[in-house]
C-alpha cells in the first residue's frame, strides 16, 4: 500500500503529473491540502494550523476532506512528523509512503525532512520513505544489500550517509567503492548509473541515495541548449 504526504513546500517544486498519476491515499499538512484539491484529489487527512487559509478557503477544506486535525503555530512536531504519526498510526500496512513538498524553499525545513529517518521513533519507515521534486527523487536505506532502478528522467547518483556508516560497497555504478567506512555524514555526489540499475551494501548507518537531474536553467548554462 502506498501512502502519499503533501507538505508545504514550494509549488513550483512539485513534480505536478506525477502527483496526479499517483496511486494510494492522500495525506496533507496546511497550504498543501488546497494545493492538492486545486489538483482535483481530495485527502482523507489533513493536519495544521491553516492561518494562512482564508475563511473561504479553510470552509472549502472542511467541505472536501473528511478528517481535519487542528494543531497549534507553536508545537513541537513540524507538519511533516504529525503527518508521519498519523501514517503510523492510521495506515501501519503501508510499504511505501511518498512525500510531496519537502524540498526547495527554506533550508531548515529541507533538513528538517532530511533528516527524519534518522529519528528512533521512524526507525521503521526508513526503507519506506521517498522524497520527491521536480528535478530529485530521495530514498533511505538501513544496512542490507540493495539494488535499485534508475529514474528515467535522473541523470546523476548521490550516496549520502545521514550518520557513520560501516562496510560502503559500490559494485556496478560508474565510480566504486570497496567496503568504506565514514565515521561522519558525507555525500558521495555525482556518480552515474551504468545501466537500468546499480547495486550496494553497508553494513551499519542509515544511508540515502539521490537521483537527481540538472534544472533547465542549469542545462541551458552547462550545455547552452
Not at 20 to 27: A, Y
Amino acid at each position: 500500500m502506498q501512502v502519499n504526504l503533501l507538505v508545504g513546500g514550494p509549488k513550483e517544486f512539485l513534480p505536478i503529473e506525477k502527483m496526479k498519476q499517483q496511486t494510494g491515499v492522500w495525506l496533507t499538512a496546511d497550504r498543501g491540502t488546497l494545493r492538492l484539491i486545486d489538483l482535483g484529489i481530495i485527502p482523507q487527512l489533513a493536519v495544521g494550523d491553516f492561518d494562512s487559509a482564508t475563511d473561504a478557503e479553510f470552509q472549502l477544506i472542511k467541505k472536501q476532506v473528511k478528517q481535519i486535525i487542528s494543531s497549534s503555530s507553536v508545537k513541537d512536531e513540524t507538519d511533516t512528523e504529525l503527518l508521519l504519526d498519523n501514517v503510523q498510526k492510521l495506515y501501519p500496512q503501508a510499504d511505501v509512503i511518498n512525500i510531496y513538498g519537502a524540498t526547495g524553499g527554506r533550508l531548515d525545513h529541507f533538513l528538517s525532512n532530511l533528516y527524519l529517518v534518522v529519528q528512533p521513533r521512524y526507525h521503521n519507515l526508513v526503507n519506506k520513505i521517498k522524497l520527491w521534486d521536480q528535478e530529485n527523487y530521495l530514498s533511505f536505506f538501513t544496512p542490507g544489500h540493495y539494488q535499485i532502478t534508475k529514474q528515467q528522467d535522473k541523470d546523476y547518483l548521490a550516496f549520502v550517509n545521514l550518520t557513520s556508516v560501516k562496510g560502503l560497497s559500490l559494485y556496478d555504478e560508474k565510480y566504486l567503492l570497496n567496503n568504506a567506512d565514514y565515521d561522519y555524514p558525507i555525500s558521495l555526489a555525482s556518480n552515474e548509473f551504468v545501466g537500468q540499475t546499480a547495486s550496494f551494501s553497508f553494513d551499519e548507518g542509515i544511508l540515502c541515495v539521490v537521483q537527481s537531474k540538472d534544472s533547465v536553467d542549469n542545462k541551458v548554462k552547462r550545455y547552452g541548449i
